[in-house]
């Protein structure tokens, strides 16, 4: 197996690890901002988990960036749906995500209200996961498996 083989599948596993902390996330949010709930350290640890997985995410990706055979800069890559959606559109969309990420964190650390804590998680992950889902349907890779 390839070193790009492997990046590929370790990037590929851990949308599952992204996907899921982050939905955790926006429930536990949810939960805590319409409930009225106090924020915890379980609710900071989440958050920050999540969080950390979509970087460690972004790191694969880079990685990935510079190997993948699907990467092309050429006259065509822009004409070609696959070469053009991998080059640029994968990146930009997921990049946004994560910076949305990384924002609603901030936004909850600091603020002062529990309420307002959950708040920012929840819209900012929610908007994140909205782009998330959407860029993988436009990869037209299967959701749910991992290629080969
Ligand atoms: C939350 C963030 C991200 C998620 C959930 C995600 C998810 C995915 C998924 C599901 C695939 C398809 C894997 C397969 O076919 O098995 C993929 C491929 C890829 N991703 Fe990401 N990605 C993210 C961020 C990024 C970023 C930031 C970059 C670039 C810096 C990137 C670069 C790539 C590349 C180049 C491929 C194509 C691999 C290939 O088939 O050659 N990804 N990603």
């Not at 805590?32 to 350290?41: A, D, E, F, I």
């Amino acid at each position: 197996m390839s070193a790009y083989q492997i990046i590929k599948y370790l990037h590929s596993g851990l949308r599952f690890v992204v996907l899921i902390l982050i939905v955790l996330a926006i429930l536990q949010a949810l939960a805590g901002w319409l409930g009225n709930k106090t924020y915890s350290q379980g609710n900071r640890k989440l958050n920050m988990f999540a969080m950390i997985s979509a970087h460690t995410q972004f790191l694969f990706g880079l990685i990935l960036y510079f190997v993948s055979p699907f990467v092309q800069f050429g006259s065509n890559t822009m004409k070609e749906a696959t070469t053009r959606y991998w080059t640029v559109e994968h990146i930009a969309m997921m990049l946004f995500a994560i910076v949305l990420i990384t924002i609603g964190h901030s936004k909850s650390k600091k603020a002062t209200l529990p309420q307002l804590k959950h708040r920012a998680i929840a819209i900012f992950y929610i908007l994140a996961v909205l782009i998330i889902i959407v860029a993988i349907v436009q990869s037209k890779r299967p959701f749910f498996s991992i290629t080969g």
